[in-house]
């Protein structure tokens, strides 16, 4: 009897670890072995905070997606339940030969290097961060433009001169966002000052929304008006926040509009879907090539989200002058501080 | 002046909020502990208590019945735990760390499973707020009162602390050592999953892994709290302060790393006995086997 218990409840327990090993979508098929080269096969692998965080990885997910449907390619995702899985899921998908691997999210640069060079031949892309190989590709975002124009919304839109910022994980991705947005504050509305905290040191910071609500309220209590997220699903608890205080929250990667309506000011929007599906596509037509590639204001791929759950709370006003911003960006006529090359260059 | 009193009524409301679940956790650590077995599987419970709960809520619509189905799960946890640690005489650790991942993977496919195919879910139906606060605050300071009285007052609690302390004994004075230790794990499941199930009602969704290492700073609190409901009550209040301070002040007062570190630094200093004796239940982790003869 003990015997039988002991083994019922290891069974159980085997199965609630291996039940979140690849393939874990319920929709995708098993990986066909025959006609190789046939269909492309795209395998995706997620960051820790998995779908569902109405962000960063959904982003990614959708553009995933789109490729399944626009471009008939085959598609898997992995999704790891901590950071140490990374790097399996990666190299599972490059030994079974999928055609590209890409990995989301900058915790997976160091999987990804290590992987990269023990399959030379295999195509890899990854997100948020530079990996030098050849065989990778490295699809960076501008995020300190687009989040330089959520700021500036921000500045034009606080009544009370004090705006906040959270951010996720305190690594310098995340300040990134951060040295963006208050450059942009500052930009139409010097007078204000700006809260900045982060919610940890651990990726626990990234899927925390309990303390993000908290956070959220300790700044709304000091009279801050509008915050600006950028720390995954934590961020879900600091757009609650703004909800329940009547304030105004800030969206980030995804277009969070829609999840509060009338309390989400904007998102900034940084087209994660649109960069996989790009490079899914250069796979598919053949011209797939390693390096840096840039996502930013010009080739939309960072933005302020505008749809009809915001539209009510943005005036004309304030559209023509994000414009006018977005114009100078561009043109150069504004310099956005990129906290990442800044740091380097020190 | 007003701002003042904004901003203590700020710090006040914050660390409230933010021991509510680490207070459920603890007191559900000192029933498990109080009867010899050490629970490291608290984080696990919680989070299996978030799950449960906001899940349960989000299909019935009814945020008590989402408790209920909280309590209902973490019991289910805490036998487990009782069934390895008790039955199969495993490491207690060791069960407790097996708790924590399978709770983990667990909540994470169910998740996956019902909320097609993503890692979080909003919670639609939520409590409403008595004060600044949700129920689920009062009613863990209301326990605090109970479980204090039934562990120093009452029979069955004095029973309950006997098993862990000297089980030869207790089974000698006749009472059923085993069924005892049974019961306070389980309680102990239950009462962590409540506070787990604070976190998706407070913070309006649950999201995968969200009980976020609360579990084992609960267990700092038990041992804080010298295994005494009143005190780990107030160490949970010193360590929700503490975290209500990082997060008002700016950083540049009190550096966050340091915040952050603070429970751990308060648990070792209390092990190593500057403030007041740490004595732990003396078979506390020991196995017990009733003797047959």
């Known amino acids: ?346 | 002046m007003n701002n003042f009193i904004t901003l203590i009524s700020s710090l006040f409301i914050i660390t409230l909020q933010t021991s509510t679940p680490l207070l459920f956790a603890a007191l559900g650590g000192i029933l498990s502990e109080r009867s010899g077995v050490i629970n490291i599987g608290l984080e696990g419970m919680m989070l299996t208590g978030a799950f449960a709960g906001g899940a349960i809520g989000v299909l019935t619509g009814n945020p008590w019945i989402g408790i209920l189905g909280a309590i209902f799960a973490g019991s289910i946890m805490g036998l487990i735990h009782a069934v390895f640690c008790l039955k199969l005489r495993a490491n207690h650790v060791i069960s407790g760390l097996a708790i924590n991942i399978f709770a983990s993977g667990l909540t994470i496919f169910l998740t996956q499973a019902f909320f097609n195919g993503e890692r979080s879910f909003e919670i639609t139906k939520r409590f409403t707020s008595i004060g600044p606060f949700i129920p689920l605050v009062y009613i863990g300071i209301l326990l605090v009162f109970i479980l204090q009285g039934f562990l120093y007052r009452i029979p069955t609690g004095l029973r309950l602390r006997a098993t862990g302390e000297l089980p030869i004994a207790a089974d000698t004075a006749g009472v059923n050592v085993m069924k005892y230790k049974f019961m306070a794990v389980i309680a102990s499941g239950a009462l962590a999953a409540i506070g787990g199930a604070y976190l998706p009602y407070f913070a309006g969704s649950f999201t995968k892994d969200m009980s976020a290492g609360r579990g084992y700073i609960a267990l700092a609190a038990v041992i804080f709290g010298n295994w005494n409901p009143g005190r780990a009550f107030i160490a949970c209040l010193i360590f929700g302060l503490a975290e209500a301070m990082q997060m008002t002040f700016s950083n540049s007062i009190i550096p966050s790393q340091f915040m952050k570190m603070l429970p751990y630094i308060i648990t070792i200093i209390a092990l190593v006995g500057f403030i007041g004796k740490s004595t732990p239940p003396y078979s506390l982790g020991k196995p017990y086997e009733k003797r047959e003869s």
């Open chain 1, 1 to 346: 009897m003990k015997k039988l218990i002991a083994f019922l409840i290891a069974g159980v327990l085997i199965f609630g670890m291996i039940s979140c090993s690849p393939p874990s979508d319920p929709n995708s098929k098993p990986t066909p072995t025959t006609e190789p080269g046939e269909k492309i096969r795209v395998g995706l692998v997620l960051s820790v905070g998995g779908r569902g965080d109405k962000s960063f990885n959904d982003s990614a997910y959708r553009g995933l997606v789109w490729a399944r449907d626009r471009l008939g390619v085959e598609i898997t995702e992995g999704q790891p339940k901590q950071m140490a899985e990374d790097e399996n899921y990666i190299r599972t998908f490059a030994e079974e030969g999928y055609d590209i691997v890409i990995a989301v999210g900058f915790l997976m640069k160091p999987a990804i290097e290590k992987v990269a060079k023990e399959f030379p031949n295999q195509k890899f892309a990854i997100i948020d961060e530079v990996v030098d190989a050849p065989n990778v590709a490295s699809l960076v975002f501008e995020e300190h433009q687009g989040s330089f124009l959520v700021g500036a919304l921000a500045g034009l839109k606080t009544k009370s001169n004090k705006v906040g910022f959270i951010g996720g994980m305190d690594v310098p991705l995340i300040h990134k966002f951060e040295v963006g947005y208050q450059e942009g504050v500052k930009y139409t509305n010097p007078e204000a000052k700006v809260y900045i905290k982060y919610t940890g040191s651990s990726s626990d910071a990234f899927h925390d929304p309990t303390k993000g609500k908290q956070l959220a309220n300790a700044m709304f209590n000091q009279g801050v008006d509008i915050i600006y997220h950028a720390a995954g699903s934590t961020g879900n608890g600091v757009i609650d926040a703004a909800a329940e205080k009547k304030k105004f929250a800030i969206g980030v990667d995804s277009n969070q509009n829609y999840m509060r309506p009338g309390f989400v000011l904007t998102s900034m929007v940084k087209k994660v879907d649109v960069a996989v599906f790009e490079i899914i596509k250069e796979v598919k037509e053949g011209r797939f090539k390693g390096g840096v590639h840039k996502f930013g204001l010009e080739n939309d791929g960072v933005g302020y989200a505008l749809d009809e759950y915001n539209k009510d709370l943005i005036d004309q006003k304030m559209k023509d002058k994000l414009e006018e911003i977005k114009s100078k960006i561009i043109s150069g006529e504004i310099k956005v501080t990129n906290y990442i090359e800044e740091q380097k260059n020190k």
